[in-house]
């Protein structure tokens, strides 16, 4: 076998992806479908990167490769990583109830591992008033106990028995991120940032919550919607109630770029945060009552512990989890076997939805090449 051919072919497909994704990209933002960054690596080896875009609704800021994105529900997998890592140190365990940390809750037999794979019937804090009124009439947002209020009024017992089925929640997120703070001794933004952040080598990722504290700094993009045909800031619209949960923590608000989502695919590959058994035990899916799977939909084979986890015939296992707010669109994908990763940070919200599904569709086929 001719290994020097070989090595060819690999770098003549590396750079078709390249171009590919680049075009693919440039056309999805010329259709209003894409603002922001891609990274795509194979191997620990970066082949595809870039930027399109502005990050301000303006026109006048271009978009960088290191921009800083909002990643919405992509988050959930820190905080999934932050239970790992106080499970290891003895600090929690899987099975413990959430009246051990927080007794007022009535939530009788909902445990840590009912929150991470959705199945504890904890309601979403999206769909709540409280929390709203008080960012409505005091002209205040929340701090991020607040959660553990709406959890104790939302009116007595669990949406559904723990385990019977699966209901995305927020809330039960919400709610992991006082667990782990309360666990831990420190604030959960700490928490992360000395266990999960800084041993990655992600020093431009942290908690944000950039409606009461503001935007640490001009390469922080803004989210922008729609507003009689131009983009205007989330600030700016009807969708700004948003900002009444920013100071909640858990299931949003960290923010980072597609280097730092690069290194951190590099740190779970090389066990620098979590160990290959951590890891196989996030990416192994719940499990309801009754014996199914949680999580199940399109080729989802489940929910694990803040990832939706995929099976390939020739790539193998995947995992991965997409975000939303307005005017936000994310997305990461681990190819855990074939050492692939993918990553897009989006912050307009689409013109053109058609043009949106083909730019994902697009994107995840030149990766799966």
């Known amino acids: 076998m001719d290994m020097g051919k070989n090595i060819d072919m690999d770098k003549n497909m590396n750079m078709d992806k390249k171009t590919a ?39 006048k800021l271009p978009m960088r490769e290191d921009s800083v994105f909002e990643l919405a529900s992509i988050t959930k997998q820190f905080t999934a990583a ?44 999206y769909d ?18 607040i959660v553990i209020r709406f959890l104790s009024e939302s009116g007595g017992e669990p949406r559904f028995a723990p385990g019977e089925k699966f209901e995305y929640s927020n809330g039960g997120y919400n709610l992991l991120a006082e667990i782990v703070a309360k666990a831990a001794g420190m604030p959960f933004e700490e928490y992360l940032r000395k266990n999960v952040f800084e041993p990655a080598g992600m020093f431009r990722t942290g908690i944000c919550h950039v409606g009461s504290e503001g935007f640490p700094h001009n390469n922080f ?15 700016d619209s009807e969708d700004r109630d948003v900002f009444a949960f920013d100071g909640l923590n858990g299931d949003d608000y960290v923010y980072t770029d597609i280097f730092d989502m690069f290194f951190w695919d590099r740190a779970l590959r090389e066990e620098t945060v979590l160990t290959r058994q951590e ?7 719940g499990r309801l009552t009754n014996g199914e799977t949680a999580g199940v939909h399109d080729d989802v084979i489940g929910y694990g512990f803040g990832w939706e986890i995929k099976k390939d015939p020739s790539l193998g296992l995947i995992v991965s989890h997409s975000g939303g707010m307005p005017g936000l669109s994310t997305w990461f994908e681990r190819f855990v076997d074939a050492n692939r990763m993918l990553i897009y940070l989006n912050c307009r919200e689409s013109q053109n939805q058609q043009a949106s599904d083909t730019f994902w569709q697009a994107m995840r086929s030149a990766a799966m090449s």
């Open 221 to 235: 993009v803004r989210n922008m919607v729609l507003k009689d045909g131009r983009y205007i800031l989330v600030a």
């Open 128 to 145: 709540d008033n409280l929390i709203c009124r008080i960012y409505q009439e005091e002209k205040r947002i929340p701090k991020s106990d």
């Open 82 to 125: 932050a239970v790992m890592l106080l499970v290891r140190s003895g600090r929690l365990r899987l099975e413990d109830e959430v009246t051990k940390f927080y007794p007022q809750l009535p939530y009788p037999g909902v445990t840590i591992r009912h929150l991470l794979t959705h199945t504890g019937g904890v309601p979403n804090t």
């Open 279 to 285: 890891q196989q035990l996030m990416y192994t899916p």
């Open 21 to 59: 994704m680049e075009n693919v990209a440039r056309t999805a933002y010329e259709k209003g479908a894409f603002n922001g960054t891609w990274l795509y690596a194979e191997n620990g080896v970066i082949v595809s990167k870039g930027a399109v875009g502005f990050r301000d609704a303006e026109d």
